[in-house]
């Protein structure tokens, strides 16, 4: 359980858009590079750097698990303002399930989160859901993680 992913081919943006794990990522152009955007939010989320699951956060979280890990990891690199309060709780609630699941996979989404420009206030919102704890549960303070990424130099 946990990864149920289901591939299955549609000619329907609507239909399509319902398994995708955020709205801006259900956005789709047709050939002519007109935009279609089936949940009606996708480019203004992607435009005002919200993060929103597609629908309700808990059935998109029981469809794979590690979407825990990517809501953060989005936040990381394109959130802007406060994280979206329903997509938090649903990831505070099923925390639990993604701790000892698929470690390649979430230490590629933890390394994708480390590469943002600014990395600390997704990390923030992992320890205040105590997501963080959930998967590395030796972590205890991100003080020392605060110090080292805010000394780092990209210049």
């Known amino acids: 359980a946990g990864r149920r992913a289901v591939v299955a081919f549609t000619q329907d943006w609507n239909q399509d858009a319902e398994r995708r794990d955020f709205r801006f990522n259900a956005l789709y152009a047709d050939p002519e590079g007109r935009i279609y955007d089936p949940t009606g939010e996708g480019i203004r989320d992607a435009h ?3 993060v929103v699951f597609v629908g309700d956060p808990m059935t998109r979280i029981r469809e794979d698990y590690l ?3 990517r809501f953060f990891r989005f936040q ?3 959130g802007r303002g ?4 329903k997509a938090l709780a649903a990831c505070k609630a099923l925390k639990g399930m993604v701790s ?3 470690a390649e996979r979430t230490q ?3 390394m994708k989160m480390l590469a943002a420009d600014d990395p600390r206030p997704a990390f923030r919102l992992m320890a205040a859901t105590s997501v963080l704890s959930s998967i590395l549960p030796s972590v205890k303070s991100l003080a020392r993680f605060e110090a080292l990424v805010g000394l780092r130099d990209d210049s």
Request: glycine share 10%; proline share 0%; charged share 40%.
């Open 100 to 102: 000892g699941r698929a």
């Open 108 to 110: 590629k989404e933890l």
């Open 76 to 78: 990381a690199w394109y």
């Open 48 to 50: 005002e750097g919200r």
């Open 67 to 69: 979407r825990i890990l």
């Open 82 to 85: 406060e994280a979206d309060q």
